[in-house]
Antibody, heavy 122, light 106 residues
Framework: EVQLVESGGALVQPGGSLGLSCVVS????????MSWVRQAPGKGLEWVSV????????KEADSVKGRFTISRDNSKNTLYLQMNSLRVDDTAVYYC???????????????WGRGTLVAVSS | EIVMTQAPATLSVSPGERAILSCRAS??????LAWYQQKPGQAPRLLIY???TRATGIPARFSGSGSGTEFTLTISSLQSEDFAVYYC????????FGPGTTVDIK
């Protein structure tokens, strides 16, 4: 059974840091490019960051550049998102998602986790 | 910078009727367009990629069409489980989602 299970969401103060994890099973994680996508409460979807299968290439959305870092450990089937300098507008459910294509430029997402809630508030 | 729009914001449909959802890109995204369904409290589910290719396990009543800047998702005969929010997403550039269309029961 395919599973993507996010964890690490919490309530954090503005300016704080938080790390998210996504443990994957049921498909070949080490050959899959992955992404984080977020959704603010009652709002739409926003791509956050992507990472290649071997972790050598990453890209972040402008809204999080310089603050968030995506990484992965293929030996642990785990995707990470380190979030620093958190802002109130980072409040969202964070989903990990698998890229559906084998082409680096085709970033659509065929598998999603259930998400973990990050709330940034004083 | 690409801007994605979707119309209508809300579509009220009776079960068994056809629903037609529109998505527009502010510039050419070729056929690099995906559609997702999201139900309350759930993760999005991929329905269509490449503008018209159904994802694995997606029923044939879902179909996508279009290219360039104008795209359509058609649900031929709405089932009770189809009432949800639908998002389009372009991937001709870095991923960008539209604001969504809510399909609710008329």
């Amino acid at each position: 059974e395919v599973q993507l299970v996010e964890s690490g969401g919490a309530l954090v103060q503005p300016g704080g840091s938080l790390g998210l994890s996504c443990v994957v099973s049921g498909f070949s994680f080490s050959t899959s490019a992955m992404s984080w996508v977020r959704q603010a409460p009652g709002k739409g979807l926003e791509w956050v960051s992507v990472i290649s299968a071997n972790g050598g290439t990453t890209k972040e959305a402008d809204s999080v550049k310089g603050r968030f870092t995506i990484s992965r450990d293929n030996s642990k089937n785990t995707l990470y998102l380190q979030m620093n300098s958190l802002r109130v507008d980072d409040t969202a459910v964070y989903y990990c998602a698998k890229r559906g294509s084998n082409n680096w430029y085709d970033w659509y997402f065929d598998l999603w986790g259930r998400g973990t809630l990050v709330a940034v508030s004083s | 910078e690409i801007v994605m729009t979707q119309a209508p914001a809300t579509l009220s449909v009776s079960p068994g009727e056809r629903a037609i959802l529109s998505c527009r890109a502010s510039q050419n995204v070729n056929s690099n367009l995906a559609w997702y369904q999201q139900k309350p409290g759930q993760a999005p589910r991929l329905l269509i990629y490449g503008a018209s290719t159904r994802a694995t396990g997606i029923p044939a009543r879902f179909s996508g069409s279009g290219s360039g800047t104008e795209f359509t998702l058609t649900i031929s005969s709405l089932q009770s489980e189809d009432f949800a929010v639908y998002y389009c997403q372009q991937y001709d550039d870095w991923p960008l989602f539209g604001p969504g269309t809510t399909v609710d029961i008329k």
